[in-house]
């Protein structure tokens, strides 16, 4: 679990997402000191955890939002998936929120299986599916509970099963991890590398915390705000990933000089 050097990627990925002069416009708040998205524009590579920081209120959960389809760009601006403008939330890409994730009246393997209902395949190949998950996120033996009897962890490994046992082509990550304690935290972080070196699904992780980013990332993005800009961007090879060594300390304390 504690190995996150697993099959990083080799190459830069092929875009998934082109924020393209993604404007966001909330109702009543047009005009400076609006909106914190203006004209923006950036890549998001395929295939690969890309981790996105900044200040608070810089408008992060706004951006995966209009990654996810839930917010659209004013004027001419907006989202391309695959080429794709994105107008509306799709299955193809499944956001996970810090809580509240759980459909509270069903246990964990009816939540894992709610979303495949909608999925193609037979009623077989999703039982399949479903038990792969419930290992995959060493959940089997908890299968019969209900979210109130599941620790936090427990809750975000099921909302990320759940997510995944759809095969979604992007998980959008919304600080999945922050009410979890540190050994908790590094633990899952383990566990959503291994689930990307198994399937290399396109994620795009917001977090508050640095380290979570050096260490799950294979591309580290900090944001400014109003307007919101890029401030780094940097690839995370997998030498840097040893979260004592001085390089990875000091890529740590710039990153958190430049959000303060
Ligand atoms: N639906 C909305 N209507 C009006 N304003 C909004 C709406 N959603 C977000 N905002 C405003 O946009 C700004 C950015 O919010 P957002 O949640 O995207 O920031 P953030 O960087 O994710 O913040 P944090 O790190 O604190 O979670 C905030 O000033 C917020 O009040």
């Known amino acids: 679990m504690e190995n996150l ?16 002069h993604l404007t966001v416009d909330f109702p009543g708040s047009k005009g400076e000191g609006g909106s914190p998205i203006r004209d923006f524009s950036l890549d998001i590579g395929s295939g690969e955890i890309t981790c996105l920081l900044g200040p608070s209120g810089c408008g ?3 951006l995966l939002r209009a990654l996810g389809g839930f917010v659209r760009g004013a004027s001419d601006g907006g989202v391309l998936f695959q080429g794709q403008w994105i107008e509306a939330p799709s299955r193809e890409i499944v956001m996970i929120f810090q809580e509240n994730n759980l459909y509270p009246w069903l246990n964990v393997r009816k939540n894992i299986a709610f979303g495949l209902a909608y999925c193609d395949g037979s009623r077989r190949e999703k039982n399949e599916r479903l038990e792969q998950m419930l290992q995959d996120v060493d959940l089997v033996h908890a299968s019969a509970k209900y979210p109130h009897e599941l620790s936090g962890g427990m809750r975000q490994r099921v909302a990320i099963a759940r997510a995944l046992v759809m095969q979604p082509r992007v998980l959008l990550l919304d600080e999945p991890f922050s009410a979890l304690d540190v050994s908790l935290r590094r633990r899952m972080h383990a566990l959503l590398r291994q689930i990307w070196a198994a399937t290399r699904t396109t994620f795009v992780m917001v977090t508050h915390n640095v380290e979570e980013a050096l260490m799950v990332g294979h591309r580290v993005i900090v944001l400014g705000g109003r ?15 040893e979260r004592y060594a001085p390089e990875f300390l000091k890529l740590q304390k710039h990153i958190e000089d430049l959000i303060d």
């Open 5 to 20: 050097k697993v099959l990083a990627p080799t190459t830069k990925a092929d875009v998934a997402f082109k924020i393209d």
């Open 60 to 62: 992060k959960t706004t």
């Open 227 to 241: 307007p919101m800009s890029v401030v780094l961007d940097e690839r995370i090879g997998e030498t840097m990933k």
